[in-house]
């Protein structure tokens, strides 16, 4: 084990100190994921319908208020107030929106109900009014969790090998690099994944999500493709509808800007979930299920948490339970962590300073020099 270099990390009291980061352990744990599973107490493991519904029917009641308040009241405010009432608009209603993003994500694990129809079929209403391809995403999702910290098999933010990265990548190993780096990534990053895999696995032809003869799917989950496609045409049909009754920028106000909003947030979750100057990542001689489970970093978006229902701060309990309901999983995060001992992952860092600091420090992938473990990986940022 080795110190992933010295920067300041807030403590739990939110005090920052100067302290070393040290490694996540990449050795095989001394633990078994049924010990894990044993630590959490059963209940959270139960899936209640009524329980998961009230969380679709609070957002949406959020996400309407919002969409009357300001579609109602703020063409009566006095200049200037509505270039101030929009952005505060956007900024509520794309926070809402993504924890409606989450609660799809849970019918994508089968963690809404003890009913697949039910969480597929919400799932596919929900993303598919966010324009996401619910069955396209969620079987390209599920190798994810199969295959996490794999540099061969993982679906999302696999890093490269330093013999990989484009020549391009050192130029842009500066503050104006790296802050075009992160618009870009913020903006364009979901539609770009979604469409041609950018940051994806690479497959040995063109992948696409919305391909149902793509590479990425088996010949059983075509259909599924299928009815992703439809769903998201159905949605583009209805915006069309609305944009000639509305027009282009009343439905840019409402809709396309808090969307962007809940893509970006959506890119820096995933991003900072698995980015982290003290993650490993391993390839197929080291590779294992449970390693690259626990190569995951729980995160802190203060009362962001509760709005994305906890998907920020519990990602390492959801990467090994993955069917458990959000709702528990804060309760289950507790009784975990006392097992876990130091192969659970937890940084403070307020999100706006670590996606910073990641794009600083993690840029490509390599194992330690002189060390015998050649399959684990770790990030440099030196060129």
């Known amino acids: 084990m080795g110190a992933g ?26 633990f078994t994921l049924g010990e894990v599973k044993k630590a959490v107490p059963p209940h959270c493991f139960g899936r209640s319908l009524i329980h998961s519904f009230s969380y679709v029917v609070y957002d949406l009641s959020i996400a309407f208020l919002l969409y009357y308040i300001s579609t109602s009241y703020f063409h009566l405010l006095p200049h200037p107030f509505p270039y101030v009432a929009w952005p505060i608009y956007w900024a509520l209603q794309g926070c809402n929106l993504t924890g409606v993003w989450v609660i ?13 129809w039910v969480d597929d079929t919400v799932g596919l209403i929900l993303h ?12 390209s999702h599920r190798r994810h969790h199969s295959n996490t910290g794999s540099l061969e098999r993982d679906e999302v933010f696999v890093p490269k090998p330093k013999s990989q990265v484009g020549w391009y990548s050192k130029y842009l190993n500066n503050p104006p690099g790296r802050l075009l780096t992160l618009v870009i990534t913020l903006t364009l990053g979901w539609p770009l994944y979604l469409a041609f895999n950018v940051s994806g696995r690479p497959y040995d032809r063109f992948a696409c999500h919305y391909d149902p ?10 259909l599924q493709i299928f009815i992703s ?13 609305v944009v000639s009754a509305k027009g282009f920028a009343w439905l840019v106000n409402v809709y396309v800007i808090p969307l962007l909003i ?9 991003y900072l979930q698995h980015t ?7 390839d197929s001689s080291e590779w294992d299920w449970l390693r690259g489970a626990l190569a995951t970093m729980d995160r802190d978006y203060g009362v962001l948490n509760k709005v994305f229902h906890n998907i920020t701060d519990t990602h390492v309990a959801h990467h090994l339970f993955s069917t ?25 860092t307020p999100f706006y300073k670590a996606v910073w600091r990641e794009a600083r420090e993690c840029h490509y992938v390599e194992p330690d020099e002189g060390d015998a473990n050649k399959g684990v990986f770790w990030y440099r940022n030196e060129y």
């Open 324 to 348: 458990m309901p959000h709702y528990h999983a804060m309760e289950a995060t507790k009784a975990i962590k006392p097992v876990l001992g130091e192969y659970y992952n937890f940084d403070g």
């Open 128 to 139: 598919s009014s966010l324009l996401v391809p619910y069955f396209s995403w969620k079987h």
């Open 276 to 282: 982290h100057i003290t993650l490993p990542h391993y």
């Open 5 to 30: 270099g010295r920067m300041a990390v807030p403590t739990s009291n939110s005090v920052e100190q100067e302290k070393p980061l040290k490694r996540v352990p990449c050795s095989k744990p001394p």
């Open 262 to 270: 809940v893509n970006a947030f959506l890119v820096m979750i995933t």
């Open 229 to 241: 496609d439809v769903g998201l045409l159905a949605m583009t049909s209805f915006l069309y509808r």
């Open 213 to 222: 003869y793509g590479p990425i799917y088996s010949d059983r989950e075509r």
């Open 104 to 116: 799809a994500h849970e019918c994508g694990h089968h963690a809404f109900s003890d009913y697949q």
